[in-house]
């Protein structure tokens, strides 16, 4: 056999690995069951590798009256070798050149120790084997949270038990149970009172969900059988009312007193986007001290990728005179206003919108310097229209979809504009699509 033959991924594996990779090239190629009469096989195989070796050595390329001279079979054969090469490749890795090394005997690492060649080269390719498949996960999280959304900026301590900008991308899909030979996503809601500093000079007790205003985003797929668990820790009686299509023993009107739990259990339908919230008299003090958020019910077939965000309208009304002092986006007034919302220039967002302002009978809400799509009540896959302001009474809430072509800073806020100067406003940070990076 020609040395210039053998390919340097050949060359670096013992005899084994040889014969194992030159048979079934060989097979593949139809052109001889006899592994050391493959060496041109090989080489088509190894291709990329052959040819530097090939040059190297001076001996002829792959281009050369070598293959020239074969049959057209061999040209076929090679194609499928190659979209094979390509499958198993593309399954390795988004960037699959980079996971071949091909290194030429002489450069191997020497063996451990105690460790003969043969163990060192099983457990070397055991080793390159785990690393790829780990780094083919790495790889596939990567690629895949790429596109979509900016790193979250840095935020300041705060005496807040929660964060807006947490809040906003956070989506509790619960706990997969089987029960009975049915699949249960169950959730844990929780009703409690925190303190909530709602500016500099004022502290606010909410009643809330899960700690935050508003409570957990939960997000279930059309025809989950879903189930939540509500415990009420707090010192009222309260309840949780789901918006959406259920029995009426499920519908959340009954009290649930302090210590007790209840569970909610029911087929999530529609999909669409559901708000939920306490229905205990009277539900305006219950609903604005923050008890209520959204239960999000994707389509089967679901929907297109997006950076996909959620922001609820709520009002504050510290002194009970049964009117709004404050609004927020997410709990906090003017929170999104001092920390802006990164999105990426020309990347779809998905915004999930309620308004869960009481005592106000309606709101708007508007984006500056761009025109949304309007999916009402999430329960469309087409948009209804398309504006820059659209008006929500209290429960009211809506998917609007929109892209900025721009970079830079752009106001979002109802246009009752004493509303918008009493907290709910905020900003969009459109960030350049070249300073995107893999984060
Ligand atoms: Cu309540």
């Given at each position: 056999m020609n040395p210039t033959d053998r390919p340097l991924a050949i060359a670096g594996l013992g005899k084994v690995q040889r014969r194992i990779i030159s048979t079934s090239a060989a097979i593949a190629t139809g052109q001889s069951r006899n592994p050391y009469r493959t060496s041109r096989t090989r080489?088509?195989?190894?291709?990329?590798?052959?040819q530097s070796r090939d040059r190297k050595a001076g001996g002829?390329?792959?281009?050369?009256?070598?293959?020239?001279?074969?049959?057209?079979?061999?040209?076929?054969?090679?194609?499928?070798?190659?979209?094979?090469?390509?499958?198993?490749?593309?399954?390795?890795?988004?960037k699959p050149k980079a996971f071949l090394?091909?290194?030429?005997?002489?450069?191997?690492?020497?063996?451990?120790?105690g460790w003969n060649r043969r163990q060192f080269l099983t457990w070397g390719l055991a080793g390159l084997g785990a690393s790829t498949l780990g780094l083919w996960g790495w790889q596939r999280s990567r690629t895949a949270a790429l596109p979509l959304t900016p790193s979250p900026p840095v935020l300041p301590d705060s005496d807040a038990p929660f964060n807006p900008m947490t809040i906003l991308r956070a989506f509790d899909r619960g706990v997969l149970k089987q029960e009975n030979g049915q699949i249960i996503r169950e959730f844990q809601v929780m009703a409690q009172s925190s303190v909530i500093p709602l500016n500099a000079a004022l502290s606010f007790v909410s009643w809330n969900l899960n700690g935050r205003v508003p409570g957990p985003t939960l997000r279930a797929t059309e025809g989950d059988r879903v189930r939540i668990i509500f415990h009420n820790n707090a010192g009222h009686p309260h309840s949780l009312h789901f918006h959406g299509i259920h029995p009426a023993d499920m519908d959340g009107v009954k009290p649930v007193r302090h210590g007790k739990t209840m569970i909610y259990e029911f087929e999530a339908q529609p999909?669409?986007?559901?708000?939920?919230?306490?229905?205990?008299?009277?539900?305006?003090?219950h609903i604005s001290k923050g008890l209520y958020g959204?239960?999000?019910?994707?389509?089967?077939?679901?929907?297109?990728?997006?950076?996909?965000?959620?922001?609820v309208m709520g009002g504050y009304d510290p002194?009970?005179?049964?009117?709004?002092?404050?609004?927020?986006?997410?709990?906090?007034?003017?929170?999104?206003?001092?920390?802006?919302?990164?999105?990426?220039q020309h990347q779809r967002v998905r915004l999930y919108l309620l308004n869960m302002i009481e005592y106000d009978p309606a709101v708007t809400f508007h984006i500056h310097a761009n025109l949304f799509q309007v999916f009402r009540t999430g329960h469309t896959l087409t948009p209804d229209e398309e504006t820059d302001v659209i008006t929500m009474g209290t429960a009211e809430r809506h998917i609007l979809e929109f892209a900025y072509p721009y970079p830079g800073r752009y106001m979002f806020h109802p246009h009752q504009d004493a509303i918008a100067e009493h907290g709910c406003m905020g900003l969009f940070e459109v960030v350049p699509r070249e300073h995107q990076s893999m984060t």
């Open positions: 080489c088509l195989f190894f291709q990329p590798f052959c002829s390329s792959l281009s050369g009256p070598r293959l020239t001279s074969s049959s057209a079979m061999v040209s076929q054969a090679r194609q499928q070798i190659h979209r094979l090469l390509e499958y198993l490749l593309e399954f390795i890795s988004n090394v091909i290194m030429p005997k002489s450069r191997l690492p020497r063996a451990p120790i999909y669409g986007v559901h708000p939920y919230h306490c229905h205990i008299a009277p539900v305006t003090r959204l239960l999000i019910v994707d389509p089967k077939a679901g929907r297109p990728p997006a950076d996909e965000m959620v922001l002194n009970d005179d049964g009117q709004n002092e404050l609004y927020a986006f997410n709990g906090i007034p003017n929170y999104f206003r001092d920390y802006p919302i990164p999105i990426y």
